[in-house]
């Protein structure tokens, strides 16, 4: 495998103040519409957690999650592992982090998507290269950027 970390790493910017960004993220309605969820619940009393179907080059599975970490304007992290439509589910889950900095006018956001070695081995190639996809190619990030600014 050609990263060896297992790792994807995106940065993006958005050119809103970190209030904006902030409470975009901590707003369950807003971050629905994101990820265009079923559910979206930020509570880490209760392990908030949200899923929302996904469709892979056609093959239909639910994204699970559950919010693991808050640290004020500067992380925000949750688990993420997949339901296939037989009710299959991952035996064990990545995690997704997105780290804040106020960098020029605007918010630096780096998004990192791990833990990916501890997935079944005849999965573990297959889910990696999707999730590269999907954070670098499908839109997503470009998505939350464009309904944060939107937003303001």
């Given at each position: 495998?050609?990263?060896e970390?297992?790792?994807?790493?995106?940065e993006?910017?958005?050119?809103?103040?970190?209030?904006?960004?902030?409470?975009?993220?901590?707003?369950?309605?807003?971050m629905t519409t994101?990820l265009?969820?079923d559910?979206?619940?930020?509570d880490?009393?209760?392990?908030?957690g949200?899923?929302?179907?996904?469709?892979?080059g056609?093959r239909?599975?639910?994204?699970?999650?559950?919010v693991?970490?808050?640290?004020?304007?500067?992380?925000?992290?949750?688990?993420?592992w997949?339901?296939?439509?037989?009710?299959?589910?991952?035996?064990?889950?990545t995690?997704v982090?997105?780290?804040?900095?106020?960098?020029?006018?605007?918010?630096?956001?780096?998004?990192?998507?791990?833990?990916?070695?501890y997935l079944?081995?005849?999965?573990?190639?297959?889910?990696?290269?999707?999730?590269?996809?999907y954070?670098?190619?499908?839109?997503?990030?470009?998505?939350?950027?464009a309904?944060?600014?939107a937003?303001?």
């Open positions: 495998m050609a990263d970390n297992l790792e994807i790493v995106r993006f910017f958005i050119p809103a103040s970190m209030d904006s960004v902030w409470n975009f993220l901590l707003n369950e309605k807003k994101w265009n969820a559910e979206f619940v930020i880490l009393w209760e392990s908030g949200f899923v929302f179907p996904y469709s892979f056609g239909e599975c639910h994204i699970i999650g559950e693991t970490i808050l640290l004020d304007r500067k992380k925000y992290a949750f688990t993420w997949e339901r296939e439509e037989s009710g299959k589910e991952w035996q064990t889950c995690t982090a997105l780290n804040l900095q106020e960098k020029d006018e605007g918010v630096l956001i780096s998004l990192v998507h791990n833990g990916f070695k079944p081995p005849p999965i573990v190639e297959d889910v990696y290269q999707r999730y590269s996809d954070w670098g190619n499908s839109g997503s990030l470009e998505y939350l950027a309904l944060i600014i937003d303001n």
